[in-house]
């Protein structure tokens, strides 16, 4: 069991500047070790410290309202959960989307890699939430083990499933963020183009790694990337060229008429 030890840590952080929410401040329900069922080449937090897919209570709801009220006002267009992993594996996930909505009375955000979807628990949960943003990389389970790099069992087949059940029932905003480390081939495209048609997400965010991933996990990668200013050794990954992200992005917009965002701003 992983918890806090650290006495200055504040499970709260930003605001930060979000090409996906506008201004977001950032509610972190995992910690100081960074805990993901998923390990994704590009992650923003450097190597996972502890792998796993088993949910917990990391940080008590008390000690995050505590957190929210140093924030006060909260000028901000959305509070998002997301931080040092993957927050549905917070046990009282539920509990602090209510009472951040109760509190702030602004919309709340959750950023997932969809692992757990298939919990029932995790879906009435996560349904809570104003805004839920879920992970998907891949079409296929060779590229969905390459960029993601599970912690087994996690099965491809499953988190699909578990997403097209939580959209039957989901109310809010769902997007579907989408890493593209190269330019996918056209079966994948095609692939995919079908799976969004099925799924009919609120919107589309397309993105290809941009930020350095540190080389080992670091705490203040969870708020906004200034670059040059990094007192820790990174790892810089290739990013697909705009050219691609556009063409890829007028595609699925024709085919499917779902509203798609960048980094590089709006493309469809």
Not at 28 to 43: A, E, H, K, L
Not at 168 to 177: C, D, P, T, V
Request: net charge negative.
């Amino acid at each position: 069991m992983y918890s806090i030890t650290h006495h200055s840590f504040c499970s709260v952080y930003g605001p930060v500047r979000s090409w996906r929410y506008g201004i977001s401040l950032g509610i972190d329900p995992i910690g100081t070790v960074s805990t993901c069922s998923f390990d994704c080449v590009y992650c923003q937090l450097g190597e996972i410290e502890h792998k796993t897919r088993d949910r917990q209570i990391f940080i008590p709801t008390i000690r995050i309202l505590d957190d929210l009220h140093r924030f006060i006002p909260w000028d901000v267009d959305v509070i998002t959960l997301s931080g040092s992993g993957e927050p549905t594996l917070a046990l009282n996930l539920g509990e602090i989307i209510s009472v951040t909505k109760t509190l702030t009375n602004k919309p709340v955000g959750v950023l997932t890699n969809g692992s757990l979807l298939m919990d029932g628990d995790v879906q009435e949960e996560l349904a809570l939430a104003d805004q839920v943003a879920v992970k998907w990389d891949a079409v296929t389970v060779d590229g969905f083990n390459r960029v993601n790099r599970p912690v087994a069992p996690v099965f491809f087949s499953e988190i699909w499933a578990g997403l097209m059940q939580f959209r039957q029932h989901y109310s809010g905003h769902l997007a579907i963020q989408t890493m593209l480390l190269t330019p996918w081939p056209q079966p994948d495209q095609d692939v995919y183009i079908a799976q969004m048609q099925a799924l009919q997400p609120a919107e589309i965010q397309l993105n290809t790694p941009t930020r350095p991933r540190p080389l080992t996990h670091q705490l203040e990668a969870r708020g906004n990337h200034v670059p040059g200013d990094r007192a820790y050794p990174t790892r810089s990954l290739k990013p697909t060229s705009a050219e691609t992200l556009h063409t890829f992005s007028d595609r699925i917009q024709a085919a499917t008429g779902i509203q798609v965002r960048s980094a590089l701003g709006v493309t469809a």
